[in-house]
T-cell receptor
């Protein structure tokens, strides 16, 4: 039981490049989330998916798109990366009131 | 005004002391409250949840909720160096458990 996994662990992009952050969970949870964490800003919700086939915007969705590929996988795409998207990205899944976080992806946009 | 506020710290306490971490929130309809612990370079993990006014104890941890005053606190008794981490307060403002709003976290340092 791996819990929530994320790939890659670390990525460097140039401004304007695109990339997809992958997230998968093996706990059969319906709800999944993408957060970003910046110094002094705390965790901020980007997008979430309450169930397979549905997605909703969170607090900071601009510049991102998501896909809930199936019940296990929830990906986050940056179409044209900007330096302001330099951050640590966490994926999470939820069982009842508890959110379980993945190990995070550190993204640096130059 | 931020929806969930915490003092960023660092809060320094000696080993064996009680650490008191505080959090205030702005939305009166909030129903569910959580404390997550995050070690440096790691992901957050849930340590306590509380839904009703009063105290909830789990081992060395006690969560306290006062909805009238809109604050929630976390007490850590017999603090250990391994408790040194950032503690994140999270509030479910929308209900249903689907969306959490996090505070910026309080860094706790437990000194030998």
């Amino acid at each position: 039981n791996a819990g929530v996994t994320q790939t890659p662990k670390f990525q460097v992009l140039k401004t304007g490049q695109s990339m997809t952050l992958q997230c998968a969970q093996d706990m059969n949870h319906n709800s999944m989330y993408w957060y970003r964490q910046d110094p002094g800003m705390g965790l901020r919700l980007i997008y979430y998916s309450a169930s397979e086939g549905t997605t909703d915007k969170g607090e900071v969705p601009n510049g991102y798109n998501v896909s809930r590929l199936n019940k296990r996988e929830f990906s986050l795409r940056l179409e044209s990366a900007a330096p302001s998207q330099t951050s640590v990205y966490f994926c999470a899944s939820r069982e009842q009131e508890t959110q379980y976080f993945g190990p995070g992806t550190r993204l640096l946009v130059l | 005004q931020k929806e969930v506020e915490q003092n960023s710290g660092p809060l320094s306490v000696p080993e064996g002391a009680i650490a008191s971490l505080n959090c205030t929130y702005s939305d009166r309809v909030s129903q569910s409250f959580f404390w997550y612990r995050q070690y440096s370079g790691k992901s957050p993990e849930l340590i306590m949840s509380i839904y009703s006014n009063g105290d909830k104890e789990d081992g060395r941890f006690t969560a306290q909720l006062n909805k009238a005053s809109q604050y929630v606190s976390l007490l850590i008794r017999d603090s250990q160096p391994s408790d040194s981490a950032t503690y994140l307060c999270a509030v479910d403002i929308t209900g249903g458990g689907n969306k959490l709003t996090f505070g910026t976290g309080t860094q706790l340092k437990v000194e030998l």
